[in-house]
């Protein structure tokens, strides 16, 4: 198998953190990754529109040829392959508490800041736009406080005791802010120790670049 991504993008990065996770555990999945320059504009050419008619990352290729696209999909098909550790919960309620604090961390912090990034500074050439600026930088607050309440019992993950792949979101999202300088408000004390924390496990030192 093989994995399309482009560094520091979020979404591949949620799914090379999830991959470098297994790695650290000692049950790495041996895919090989291959990026694609989104600066570049790589992600239009014929070849990547085959991968993906959206012409986005990430995409795994699988050893019949065919395409998974879409993050989640992605990481829960390796998942239900390569069970060990489990990065998505091993009981029912773990595995929804894991999924529900992933939704939280894309759709309500990885999301609204790459919106923010992408109408200040795009890395795509996008438009800046101020209106979209103001709207989604007014909700990453509420992303953040809802994460940071779940930290605030001194957990050392977004689910508990041991990683999850909430926190790959949650790290993606944090490093593709500090990409376009949309700094983590300090006022989240506990977001901010878990950050501080995540960053210095392997599997992030590994992936992450800034
Ligand atoms: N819902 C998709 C989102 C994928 C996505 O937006 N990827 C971005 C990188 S983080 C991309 O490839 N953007 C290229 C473009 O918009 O041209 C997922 O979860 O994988």
């Not at 989104?38 to 529109?49: A, D, F, I, N, V």
Request: proline residues 10%.
């Amino acid at each position: 198998m093989k994995l399309y991504m482009f560094p520091v993008a979020p979404n591949p990065t949620r799914v090379r953190l999830y991959l470098a996770e297994k790695a650290a555990a000692g049950k790495g999945l041996g895919i090989e990754e291959v990026a694609v320059n989104l600066r570049e504009g790589e992600q239009k050419s014929p070849e990547h529109q085959a991968r993906n008619p959206f012409e986005k990352l990430p995409v795994l290729e699988l050893d019949d040829g065919s395409f998974l696209t879409e993050s989640l999909p992605i990481i829960e098909y390796l998942e239900e392959l390569h069970p060990e550790p489990p990065l998505l919960g091993s009981d029912p309620l773990e595995r929804a508490r894991v999924r529900e604090l992933e939704r939280i961390a894309e759709l309500s912090v990885l999301y609204p800041i790459a919106r923010v990034v992408h109408s200040t500074n795009s890395p795509l050439g996008l438009p800046p736009s101020r209106e979209m600026a103001a709207h989604f930088g007014e909700l990453i607050p509420k992303g953040l406080k809802v994460l940071d309440d779940r930290l605030s019992d001194g957990r050392p993950f977004l689910a508990g005791e041991r990683p999850s792949i909430a926190d790959c979101t949650l790290a993606a999202g944090l490093q593709f802010g500090r990409f376009g300088k949309v700094e983590l408000d300090p006022r989240f004390e506990n977001v901010a120790r878990w950050d501080a924390a995540y960053r210095e496990r392997p599997a992030a030192l590994s992936v992450l670049v800034m």
